[in-house]
Structure formats: structure tokens, C-alpha cells
């Protein structure tokens, strides 16, 4: 029961990590091509953000540290939220 909320945290990291990347591939669609690479390496940092938390994620979990595994993994969510936040309003 302990891994519950690690393991949530991780599929919740997961599907915004994809809403992310979906959102700037759909951003290019009438863009110049410096405005693609530039949403090119925004996917790539939202990739790695989202994969490095789910990695620290269970990593943490191997350890038996299921809360700081919780905060770990969603912590990249909370970081994608802001981002898209910032870019909806501008």
C-alpha cells in the first residue's frame, strides 16, 4: 500500500509529460522553422524533466523512501503545470 501514491505520482508524471509534448507539437504546426527547434528542444526538456522524475521516482522507491519517492516524481508535474500555465496566458 506504501508504493500506491509513488506509483500515482508517476502515471500522473507520465500523461502530463505527454499532454506537454503533444501541446508544443501542436504550437508548430504554423511556425517558422527556428520556432520548430525551439519547440523541438522544449519537448526534449519536457521529456527529460518527466523521465528524470519517474526515474528518481523509483529509484527512491527501491530504497524504501516512498514519500520522497511521491514528492519526486510528481514534482516534474508541478514544474509542466507552471510552464503551462505561463504559456496559455501569454
Known amino acids: 500500500m506504501k508504493s500506491f ?15 506537454m509534448v503533444v501541446m508544443c507539437a501542436a504550437m508548430g504546426a504554423n511556425s517558422s522553422p527556428a520556432e520548430i ?26 530504497g524504501g523512501q516512498h514519500n520522497w519517492a511521491a514528492g519526486a516524481a510528481f514534482l516534474p508535474t508541478v514544474i509542466m503545470a507552471v510552464v503551462a500555465i ?5
Do not use: S
Open 37 to 62: 527547434r525551439a519547440l523541438k528542444l522544449w519537448m526534449a526538456g519536457f521529456g527529460v524533466l518527466g523521465g528524470a522524475g519517474v526515474m528518481v521516482g523509483i529509484f527512491l522507491m527501491r
Open 5 to 19: 501514491l509513488p506509483i500515482l505520482a508517476m502515471v500522473c508524471t507520465v500523461l502530463v509529460t505527454l499532454t
Open 86 to 90: 505561463v504559456a496559455l496566458l501569454k
